[in-house]
């Protein structure tokens, strides 16, 4: 049984992916300071599952907790890091949280990994790297754009990190200076688009704290009457109806990848740093995405157009199929799933809470 490092495994899509692992016969430790999460999500994990991972409250940008984290932990295989600020209109606001927050915790992570001799790493990144692309859809190739937003430059220097990283050992491979048994890094930059859903069970979902900063949590939580009104950010882009286009996929798509990803590390002959779009392979608009929700689940759905939203982008979705040859993977459920089952969790926690 192999030990994986799961870090923000109470978020959303680490919380599925901490599913699909555990599912799968891995042994999960979660790492999180829960500052967008919540503790109980471990006991719906385990509800599911039948398996209750290991939970280890913790600030990853301190590093002194996080280094002791990783000496107790010193026998993992792996780690997969979503830890991380993750909203863009926020990031605008607040850059040096971001930055803090998000650079910090990798730097320490990686050390982490490197004093316990644990180094394979799937890393948490996202298609904003790629900015307003020139063509579409984007490839692994396609070069990437200045940042729109504080949060995702965080995610471009990160890549830069690791391929610094990486390119560190191959020097040191190159020179002899390595130690005889030091292991290679091997590491997955997984650049996802746009997750939504919730897990068939309805025990778990996207639940942020607060007023949410994603599209989805907030069309269910208006439709739920916690929200008075849902602000479609911008009708004037050069779209067919006018709002944003996104690569819209089901959190257990994306959590189902996470697990190839971790098969595809384990592969003989791998080693270095690799990229990998993972989506839907077609965009929907905003609007789109408001009638998926109302044919799905028969839930009117009261919403206006607003101005645009500082750092969005007009529209962007992936080409995937670098992943689909070469993890397996392929993205299986419509959008009118991922509607439906992000306002099933929703009905749970009416019920709940």
Same mark, same amino acid.
């Given at each position: 049984?192999?030990?994986?490092?799961?870090?923000?495994?109470?978020?959303?899509?680490?919380?599925?992916?901490?599913?699909?692992?555990?599912?799968?016969?891995?042994?999960?430790?979660?790492?999180?300071?829960?500052?967008?999460?919540?503790?109980?999500?471990?006991?719906?994990?385990?509800?599911?599952?039948?398996?209750?991972?290991?939970?280890?409250?913790?600030?990853?940008?301190?590093?002194?907790?996080?280094?002791?984290?990783?000496?107790?932990?010193?026998?993992?295989?792996?780690?997969?890091?979503?830890?991380?600020?993750?909203?863009?209109?926020?990031?605008?606001?607040?850059?040096?949280?971001?930055?803090?927050?998000?650079?910090?915790?990798?730097?320490?992570?990686?050390?982490?990994?490197?004093?316990?001799?644990?180094?394979?790493?799937?890393?948490?990144?996202?298609?904003?790297?790629?900015?307003?692309?020139?063509?579409?859809?984007?490839?692994?190739?396609?070069?990437?754009?200045?940042?729109?937003?504080?949060?995702?430059?965080?995610?471009?220097?990160?890549?830069?990190?690791?391929?610094?990283? &990486?390119? /560190?050992?191959?020097?040191?491979?190159?020179? #002899? =200076?390595?130690?005889? $048994? !030091?292991?290679?890094?091997?590491? *997955? +930059?997984?650049?996802?688009?746009?997750?939504?859903?919730?897990?068939?069970?309805?025990?778990?979902?996207?639940?942020?704290?607060?007023?949410?900063?994603?599209?989805?949590?907030?069309?269910?939580?208006?439709?739920?009457?916690?929200?008075?009104?849902?602000? &479609?950010? /911008?009708?004037?882009?050069?779209?067919?109806? #006018? =709002?944003?286009?996104? $690569? !819209?996929?089901?959190?257990?798509? *994306? +959590?189902?990848a996470h697990v190839a990803a971790m098969e595809y590390m384990d592969k003989g002959g791998f080693e270095g740093m690799d990229y990998f779009n993972l989506g839907a392979g077609h965009g929907y608009s905003v609007l789109e995405v408001i009638q998926s929700f109302e044919r799905s689940t028969g839930q009117k759905l009261n919403y206006k157009i607003a101005g645009r939203r500082e750092g969005d982008i007009e529209q962007i979705w992936a080409d995937a199929s670098k992943a689909n040859r070469l993890l397996g993977w392929k993205a299986k459920r419509s959008l009118d799933e991922m509607t439906?089952?992000?306002?099933?969790?929703?009905?749970?926690?009416?019920?709940?809470?």
């Amino acid at each position: 049984m192999k030990k994986v490092i799961v870090t923000g495994g109470t978020g959303f899509i680490g919380s599925h992916t901490v599913v699909e692992l555990l599912q799968r016969g891995y042994d999960v430790v979660v790492a999180d300071d829960l500052s967008n999460s919540k503790a109980s999500v471990i006991d719906r994990i385990a509800e599911i599952t039948g398996e209750k991972p290991i939970l280890e409250i913790i600030d990853l940008s301190d590093r002194t907790a996080c280094l002791r984290f990783f000496k107790m932990h010193s026998d993992a295989d792996a780690v997969i890091h979503f830890a991380a600020a993750k909203a863009v209109g926020e990031s605008v606001l607040h850059p040096l949280h971001y930055y803090r927050n998000n650079l910090d915790s990798l730097l320490y992570v990686l050390e982490g990994m490197e004093k316990a001799g644990c180094r394979k790493l799937v890393y948490s990144s996202s298609c904003t790297v790629y900015g307003q692309p020139e063509h579409l859809p984007v490839t692994e190739d396609t070069p990437r754009q200045p940042a729109t937003c504080p949060y995702a430059n965080t995610k471009r220097v990160s890549e830069d990190i690791l391929a610094d990283v &990486v390119h /560190g050992y191959e020097a040191g491979k190159q020179k #002899g =200076t390595l130690e005889a $048994d !030091y292991k290679p890094w091997k590491i *997955l +930059a997984l650049r996802y688009f746009n997750p939504i859903g919730a897990h068939p069970s309805a025990l778990i979902g996207e639940l942020p704290n607060g007023v949410p900063n994603n599209l989805m949590p907030y069309i269910t939580q208006t439709a739920a009457g916690l929200r008075p009104c849902l602000q &479609v950010f /911008g009708d004037d882009y050069d779209t067919p109806d #006018g =709002t944003p286009i996104r $690569d !819209y996929i089901h959190v257990c798509d *994306l +959590a189902d990848a996470h697990v190839a990803a971790m098969e595809y590390m384990d592969k003989g002959g791998f080693e270095g740093m690799d990229y990998f779009n993972l989506g839907a392979g077609h965009g929907y608009s905003v609007l789109e995405v408001i009638q998926s929700f109302e044919r799905s689940t028969g839930q009117k759905l009261n919403y206006k157009i607003a101005g645009r939203r500082e750092g969005d982008i007009e529209q962007i979705w992936a080409d995937a199929s670098k992943a689909n040859r070469l993890l397996g993977w392929k993205a299986k459920r419509s959008l009118d799933e991922m509607t439906l089952s992000a306002w099933k969790w929703q009905e749970s926690l009416s019920k709940t809470i």
